[in-house]
């Protein structure tokens, strides 16, 4: 049993890629946590569309166990975290489960906007941070000049600075004596009520509900009877144990640690993020704060290809749901995509992560409708709604006001790029709050409309900048604007899924786009197709999609209009008529896509 005085509790906090999986690899080589023959990179992503990306999803923990230099064994519950600001949820509520934080910094790129970020909510959460300088065995890597950045941007004293690679290996020690000497150790009374906090949980086909816990006070063991706070529901604790990184079981976890408890607990719905867990007769213990819930920042429709396939694609969801708390989804039905359902994420890089599982993983063909946000609309009888789906705006006469959410962007790029990100945040309707320096980068704070930026802000944020500018935001407020639902008509019947939401000033330019864009991607039928952008009732943008020509007059000799040829013009005329009345005009799925993407 380890003494509270030897835990050690602490997250790996950095941008994406400077290096946190794999410091977390070389510490678990380090002390032994796997055999030389179980190693493999990026041991902590388990999914496999983390270890394709090479990106981090999930936050994942691990106990190991160390003996210093002084010759004591220390325990350390090590939590790696994600890196991109869709996760940063992801990132909150681990560094609420322990007492320190390793800041990770590629010592050749610097610090970045997600450094600033993470080390934001580290200092939130009353965090001890030691910066960590990574990759210096690069040969572009320039300790003394990221040194002053962490120094300058971050504020924090660089006499104490790591510089490691954990590639190779080097340093690794010395983090790890670092760890055991400057980390404080957790605070906790062993012989207290239990109080713990529920950090996370996840679905198993074989153990049920998986959740993982920090114990702050008191003991959990296995056949206890537990409950959970705010959900109240009472269960029977069935094993108990922590990572290593192997699920390994053990009698109890202590106050001061992280383990994993498990006890026949079907659905993850009951098992709320930031729970407290305390014993099921105790009603004197207060709640720990926990942290807020995830809120959907973007929504979008998901509707199966083949009308057949919903019914799979609601299971696939629900299955999805159980390993991921942060998404929602509601049952939607739409007049051009039939039925489906209207999904919410933290971001566009989470949608895609979504998508792709969902293709992957239960072999679903989808249609994606355009990503929106939630406005909320203000009307004259003076009530309120909160509008996910532009095909559901209601009428204009009974509109008194839309709002649309605001965000605070942190850019940092190097200064030969300045000039072109500006222009973009200005294209975007943005305003500039603030702009500093250091050294050769520049660090932008811009306020920005969510709408602007959730379709391709971040590609074209990387391209005009050669990939070096890193973004990162956080929601604002709602703010007022002159905002219109701009809709699409294919041969005069309304396409919903093509509905867009657009600042006034911006429509018409979008709706010449939108139709143009249209116009190349429809087949051409045996009739002409109009296509027409329009805002309420007023048509703003049209096109034609030719129609296919017979030339039924050509087997006619003689010259003139004879009353043969107006004849059978007239007959073509008719049928053609018909054919546009009752004729169906199929829009392709990558015109879907394409329309919502044009600049």
């Known amino acids: 049993m380890t003494d509270v005085k ?157 510089e490691i690679s954990a590639k190779s290996g080097l340093g690794i020690e010395d983090v790890l004596e670092t760890v055991v000497n400057d980390f404080p150790p957790p605070k906790g009374i062993q012989d207290s009520p239990l109080k713990a906090l529920l950090v996370d949980s996840w679905y198993d086909a074989y153990l049920g509900v998986v959740i993982l816990v920090r114990v702050i006070d008191g003991v959990i063991k296995k056949g206890m009877e537990i409950r959970f706070h705010q959900a109240d529901t009472k269960h029977l604790v069935e094993r ?86 942060s998404f929602h989804f509601e049952q939607e039905t739409s007049a051009a995509l039939g039925m489906g359902f209207r999904c919410g994420f933290l971001g566009l890089l989470h949608l895609e992560i979504i998508v792709e599982r969902l293709d992957r993983e239960f072999d679903i063909d989808l249609i994606t409708t355009a990503p929106s946000v939630i406005y909320n609309i203000s009307l004259n009888d003076n009530s309120s709604l909160e509008l996910h789906n532009p095909a559901d705006m209601p009428e204009v006469m009974k509109i008194k006001s839309i709002s649309e959410p605001w965000i605070k962007a942190t850019i940092i790029c190097p200064e030969e790029y300045l000039g072109s990100i500006i222009s973009l945040c200005e294209d975007k309707r943005g305003t500039q709050v603030e702009i500093s320096y250091s050294g050769a980068r520049v660090i932008l704070t811009y306020k920005l409309p969510l709408n602007e930026i959730v379709f391709d802000f971040y590609d074209r944020l990387k391209s005009i ?78 096109e034609t999609v030719r129609g296919y020509r017979k030339n039924v007059i050509d087997r006619i000799h003689g010259g003139g209009a004879t009353d043969r040829k107006r004849k059978l013009l007239d007959k073509q005329k008719k049928g053609k008529q018909r054919l546009r009345t009752f004729g169906k005009v199929d829009i392709p799925q990558e015109a879907f896509i394409a329309a919502l993407k044009v600049e």
């Open 6 to 162: 030897n835990i050690r509790n602490f997250s790996i906090i950095a941008h994406i890629d400077h290096g946190k999986s794999t410091l977390a690899d070389r510490l678990i080589q380090f002390c032994g946590g796997l055999t030389e023959r179980e190693m493999k990179e990026q041991v902590l992503d388990s999914m496999d569309i983390e270890r394709e990306r090479g990106i981090t999803i999930k936050a994942q923990t691990v106990r190991l166990k160390y003996k210093a230099k002084d010759g004591e064994t220390y325990t350390l519950n090590i939590i790696d975290t994600p890196g991109h600001v869709d996760f940063s949820y992801e990132v909150n509520r681990s560094l609420s489960a322990c007492e320190a934080s390793l800041l990770v910094v590629d010592a050749s790129q610097g610090v970045e906007a997600q450094t600033l970020a993470n080390l934001y909510q580290a200092v939130e959460n009353d965090h001890t941070i030691i910066p960590v300088l990574n990759k210096i065995d690069l040969p572009a890597a320039e300790p003394e000049r990221v040194k002053d950045q962490i120094k300058d941007i971050l504020g924090i004293d660089t006499s104490n600075v790591l």
């Open 240 to 325: 108990v144990g922590s990572f290593t990184p192997k699920m390994v079981a053990s009698d109890d976890i202590r106050s001061g640690e992280l383990g994993f408890i498990t006890a026949a607990i079907k659905e993850v719905a009951q098992t709320k993020v930031g729970d407290t867990i305390v014993l099921a007769n105790d009603k004197k213990t207060k709640p720990l704060p926990g942290f807020k819930p995830s809120q959907p920042v973007v929504f979008c429709g998901l509707f199966p290809t083949n009308a057949a396939d919903f019914k799979f694609l609601k299971d696939a969801l629900s299955k999805l749901k159980l390993n991921d708390s």
């Open 465 to 542: 900048s050669s990939g070096y500018a890193s973004f990162d935001y956080e929601i604002d407020k709602y703010i007022e604007s002159d905002l219109v639902k701009l809709s699409v008509l294919v041969n005069e019947e309304p396409v919903d899924a093509l509905s867009i939401i657009v600042h006034k000033n911006f429509a018409e330019k979008k709706g010449r786009a939108v139709c143009e864009k249209l116009k190349e991607l429809i087949p051409r039928h045996q009739f002409h197709i109009p296509i027409q952008a329009a805002i309420g009732g007023k048509i703003i943008a049209r």
